[in-house]
């Protein structure tokens, strides 16, 4: 079987779709929002999606940002559910679920809203670092 040079380590590549300015823009948006370090996500991206995905990052994005959020609670629109489990597939539908559950028992049960919702970032933070 032949195996080609380019098919053996794409990360130079992903790495120049991630550095333009519409994935830096993006990149940082997800910093900012779920406190990671640049280098952490984009590691991450760089090694769940291929390259055709990782073009597609900034419509996904936007997509997810003008989209239709009259389906999704408070808690869902706060963690970026619809982002990270459909537009840019970072967490599992059941590991986003149990991470809004455990949120929503704890502001039930009388903690802090601004504490449980940092502790819920912290767990999607894990998650995905993971």
């Known amino acids: ?9 794409l990360r130079e590549m992903k790495l ?5 300015p519409l994935h830096e823009k993006i ?20 090694d769940v999606f291929d390259m055709s995905f990782l073009e597609n990052i900034p419509a996904r994005y936007q997509v997810w940002e003008t989209g239709d959020t009259r389906t999704e609670n408070e808690l869902e629109r706060t963690f970026g559910a619809v982002l990270l489990t459909r537009q840019i597939p970072l967490l599992t539908d059941e590991e986003m679920n149990a991470i809004i559950q455990t949120t929503s028992e704890k502001i039930a ?3 802090d809203r601004s504490q449980a919702i940092e502790e819920g970032m912290t767990t999607i933070r894990e998650v995905i670092a993971s």
């Open 1 to 9: 079987m032949v195996t080609f040079l380019y098919e053996n380590d």
């Open 27 to 46: 990149i940082s948006t997800l910093c900012e929002k779920y406190g990671f370090r640049r280098q952490i996500l984009r590691r991450k991206l760089m």
């Open 109 to 111: 049960s009388g903690q």
């Open 16 to 20: 120049i779709i991630l550095s333009s």
